[in-house]
C-alpha cells in the first residue's frame, strides 16, 4: 500500500500542480483583462477630460474674440465721437470768425471778388439774377446792374447766381465753401481709422 500511497500522493501532487497552474494562467489572464480595462477606462477619462478642455477652450476662445471685438468697436467708437466733435468745434469757430469777418470792412471786397467769379462763369446780363443775403442786397445794387434778390439760404455771406436763359448756377457764398471744406476735411484718408 505503500506504493499506491506514494502514487497516490504523486498524482495528488500532479493534480494540484496543474490545478495551481491552470489557477495562475487564469489568475494571470484576469489581470491581465483587468489591467487592460484599466487603462481603456483610464484612457477613456483621460479622453473625456481632453474634450471637456477643449470645448473649455473654444468656448474661452469665442468669448475673447467677442469681447476684443467689443472692446475694438467702443474704441474706434469713442474715437469716432471725439473726432467729430473735434472737427464740430473747429468748424464752428471757423464759422465764428467768417461771421467776424462778414461783419468787418473787408467783406465789400470779399463781395467785389464773389462778382468776379460769377463774371467768369456766368454773363451778368438782364437775364442773370444775384441772390445775397437781405442786408447784402444794397452793396451787391451798387456793384451791378442786374437784378439782386434776396436769399434766405445764404447764413454767412457771399453770392449766389442764376442764369435763366442758360440755366446756369454758380454758388460763391462763403456758407457752401465752408461745407466744401468741412467735407475735404472729414474725408482726408490721414484722419480715416
Known amino acids: 500500500m505503500d506504493k499506491n500511497t506514494e502514487k497516490l500522493e504523486m498524482f495528488r501532487k500532479a493534480i494540484q500542480q496543474q490545478a495551481d497552474e491552470e489557477l495562475a494562467a487564469v489568475t494571470a489572464e484576469m489581470q491581465a483583462r483587468r489591467a487592460s480595462a484599466e487603462r481603456s477606462r483610464a484612457e477613456l477619462s483621460a479622453k473625456t477630460e481632453l474634450d471637456k478642455i477643449k470645448t473649455e477652450t473654444s468656448r474661452a476662445n ?3 474674440k467677442r469681447d476684443m471685438s467689443k472692446c475694438d468697436y467702443e474704441m ?8 467729430n466733435r473735434l472737427i464740430t468745434d473747429f468748424f464752428a469757430d471757423t464759422e465764428e470768425k467768417l461771421r467776424a469777418y462778414v461783419a468787418s470792412d473787408l467783406y465789400e471786397g470779399c463781395l467785389k471778388r464773389a462778382l468776379e467769379k460769377i463774371r467768369s462763369t456766368i454773363a451778368i446780363d438782364s437775364a ?61 484718408k490721414e484722419l480715416m481709422l
Open 62 to 64: 469665442a468669448q475673447f
Open 76 to 83: 474706434k467708437k469713442s474715437v469716432l465721437d471725439h473726432r
Open 128 to 188: 442773370t439774377v444775384i441772390y445775397a443775403r437781405e442786408q447784402d442786397i444794397p452793396l451787391v445794387r451798387s456793384l451791378i446792374s442786374c437784378e439782386v434778390a434776396a436769399d434766405s439760404t445764404i447764413r454767412l455771406g457771399g453770392l449766389r447766381a442764376m442764369c435763366r436763359s442758360k440755366n446756369v448756377f454758380c454758388d460763391v457764398t462763403l456758407d457752401a465753401a465752408l461745407q466744401d471744406e468741412k467735407q475735404k476735411f472729414i474725408e482726408k
